[in-house]
């Protein structure tokens, strides 16, 4: 600690504490202490990836969901994903070779600041305020597990060199505690938390990947997505089997999440957020709560996880949710409504405008869903229906 400067000191003492607190979210807590100890009011977290075996080196995740950021609007976090990623000057794999294992690099370390205003991704880094940059790389062995971006504006400072000594000092201290907080939430020990607590419960619960694919359903999840399905596909009629290339048990699952995420989107909070959301279907109200975090595996991948738990107002699930009619179409529940009402094939033919034989079709097609031949069986099996429902 003797190299940073005198005026640093007992903020880095401060920050030092405070880091090694626990926290749920250590990316945005540590991003959120660098602006609070030593004013860095712009920054972002990036996690890395690695091809399997780390072979082609470090990169930075390119899911914007990835991201972690602090004091920046989403519009320039979607440009840079978008357009100036690949136009990046501090890609690790690009960086020259005497600037590779330094833990703090300056955007004057890597070119000329006269070459960077003209560069693609200085133009752009200007055009949203951001003229200056340090990038903190922490490590864990040869590899590169995150860099931190802090971004100052051209009416700040630029780095120097006593902001270099205090930036290696922090980011030595972050290192140590993002590892730390990487094998705590590991992703073999969040799965056994899993199935120790979710497995028994009942409460739906979900594992996504950072692609919002379904890896795991606990069957109460499942029995709620069925629920779901049937309520969407036979109001909504949008959602089609065929479309769905993941592990057939999570099909409907899948779907589920699909509807959710874009939910969530249309309602403003720009994908899936930390948060719950409220949706009302056949099985009752039923309230979905989101949840994410950041997880490294045995290869050093880094990886974000969704994790969605779902509640369902009635608590129980409708003793009725296999039976038949949840099957039929909406034409076919009409025409099996006026059945149940005592009118004739003719007289439903006039009131769907639709021709005698098309009424004969779905009839036909109803009779083979209840395993039926005739018209007094099909109304047998479903008056229990209708005394529970009070009616179609």
């Avoid at 690099?105 to 200056?132: C, L, N, Q, R, W």
């Amino acid at each position: 600690m003797s190299n940073i400067p005198e005026q640093w000191r007992e903020a880095a003492l401060s920050f030092a504490l405070d880091v090694a607190q626990e926290g749920e979210n250590f990316p945005k807590k540590v991003l959120a202490l660098l602006d609070k100890h030593f004013g860095f009011r712009r920054s972002i977290f990036f996690p890395h990836s690695y091809s399997l075996a780390g072979l082609c080196g470090a990169k930075r995740s390119a899911a914007l969901s990835n991201y972690i950021t602090y004091g920046i609007s989403y519009g320039p976090m979607y440009d840079y994903k978008d357009h100036v990623y690949k136009d990046d000057i501090f890609h690790y794999s690009r960086l020259p070779a005497h600037l590779k294992r330094k833990r703090v690099i300056f955007t004057e370390d890597v070119m000329p600041y006269s070459e960077f205003e003209k560069s693609p991704f200085g133009v752009h880094m200007m055009a949203v305020d951001m003229g200056y940059q340090a990038c903190l790389y922490l490590y864990s062995g040869e590899r590169v597990i995150a860099s931190i971006a802090l971004l100052r504006s051209q009416q700040e400072s630029h780095f120097n060199e006593n902001d270099r000594a205090l930036l290696d000092y922090v980011s030595h201290l972050i290192e140590v505690n993002y590892q730390s907080f990487l094998n705590q939430s590991g992703e073999a020990k969040f799965l056994d938390s899993f199935h120790l607590f979710f497995q028994d419960m009942k409460m739906g619960a979900i594992i996504l990947n950072q692609d919002l694919t379904v890896v795991q359903a606990n069957p109460m999840a499942r029995e709620v997505s069925h629920i779901f399905w049937e309520h969407f596909r036979n109001n909504q009629n949008h959602f089609l089997r065929s479309n769905y290339q993941g592990e057939e048990q999570y099909r409907e699952v899948q779907t589920m999440v699909n509807e959710i995420s874009e939910k969530l989107t249309a309602s403003g909070s720009g994908g899936l957020g930390n948060g719950s959301l409220t949706l009302s279907s056949v099985g009752g109200e039923i309230t979905f709560y989101h949840t994410s975090f950041l997880s490294i595996n045995a290869t050093g991948a880094i990886q974000t996880w969704h994790i969605l738990a779902l509640t369902n107002k009635a608590k129980e699930l409708p003793q009725n949710i296999g039976h038949p009619y949840n099957s039929l179409t909406q034409q076919e529940r009409r025409i099996a409504y006026f059945l149940a009402s005592g009118m004739k094939n003719e007289h439903i033919a006039e009131e769907l405008h639709i021709s005698i034989y098309t009424v004969r079709t779905h009839i036909a097609n109803i009779y083979k869903k209840f395993e039926v031949g005739n018209k007094i069986d099909l109304l047998m099996s479903l008056q229990p229906y209708l005394q529970e429902k009070g009616g179609l």
